[in-house]
């Protein structure tokens, strides 16, 4: 498995030595989203990027998102750019649990965090909205 940090990921992708892929349109990020990561890369996590991730067998609902700050690039990552700048980051496992869906984050007395609004391939979703239970087919 390959690690690389953010910093040779800009190096090496302007002489054109690594490929990644891109997320196009498989997952969309709100407004709201995408103005947190930025606010979060200014001030505590500068030079990082959000990563979702699924953890199999957590959550009330089978399946738990897992969402956190990262500056490591791994071989079978999918980024999302904007302005050039790299803010989320998905690996492809959890690509294929999460296409199509929608990010957003959501900031009210009882907590802060990123969360999936709407999951094509869910079944089932928490009303905690950190777990759900995916659809059969791709078990």
Do not use: W
Not at 17 to 45: G, M, N, P, V, W
Not at 75 to 87: A, G, H, P, S
Not at 111 to 128: G, I, L, T
């Amino acid at each position: 498995m390959l690690r690389i940090s953010k910093t040779l990921f800009s190096n090496l992708t302007n002489i054109n030595r690594f490929a990644y892929h891109t997320i196009s349109d498989q997952i969309q990020l709100t407004d709201f989203c995408i103005k947190e990561i930025q606010r979060k890369q200014t001030t505590k996590f500068r030079n990082k990027f959000l990563r979702l991730g699924v953890d199999g067998a957590q959550g009330c609902s089978g399946f738990k998102y897992s969402f956190n700050f990262d500056d490591q690039i791994l071989d079978d990552d999918y980024v999302l750019k904007l302005q050039n700048e790299i803010i989320f980051v998905v690996d492809e496992i959890t690509l294929k649990f999460v296409n199509g869906c929608v990010i957003d984050y959501e900031d009210k007395m009882i907590r802060a965090a990123f969360y999936v609004q709407e999951n094509p391939n869910a079944e089932k979703s928490c009303s905690c909205k950190a777990s759900f239970a995916p659809k059969p087919e791709l078990l």
